[in-house]
């Protein structure tokens, strides 16, 4: 079992910056993939970015260029750097790992951007 704890939520203005923090514990050895989705009020849930063990990145398109993604393997941690924050950003931010396989999730850190 892995367990993911998220933080670094908050309420922002528009064009502002936050920096989400994932800190994975229990069995974190051979996690594959780690990534971030969200989820806005009436909305299906969405990916942000994914980065693998190796440092490969992937950004969804409404997110490339503002967000970036980092991990560190040694402390479990995966990160988003998330600056020109917009009101469609606001959501709830879902940290999230792959482990042969089977997908794990945080409970969400809630992120709003205020016009």
């Known amino acids: 079992q892995v367990q993911l704890v998220e933080s670094g939520g908050g309420l922002v203005q528009a064009g502002g910056s936050l920096r989400l923090s994932c800190a994975a514990s229990?069995?974190?050895?051979?996690?594959?993939?780690m990534g971030w989705y969200r989820q806005a009020p009436g909305k299906q849930r969405e990916l942000v970015a994914t980065?693998?063990?190796?440092?490969?990145?992937n950004y969804a398109d409404s997110i490339k260029g503002r967000f970036t993604i980092s991990r560190n393997n040694a402390e479990n941690m995966v990160y988003l750097q998330m600056n020109s924050l917009k009101p469609e950003d606001t959501a709830v931010y879902f940290c999230?790992?792959?482990?042969?396989?089977?997908?794990?999730w945080g409970q969400g850190t809630q992120v709003t951007v205020s016009s």
């Open positions: 999230s790992v792959n482990r042969f396989g089977l997908m794990y």
């Open positions: 980065i693998n063990s190796g440092g490969n990145t």
């Open positions: 229990g069995t974190t050895s051979r996690i594959n993939a």
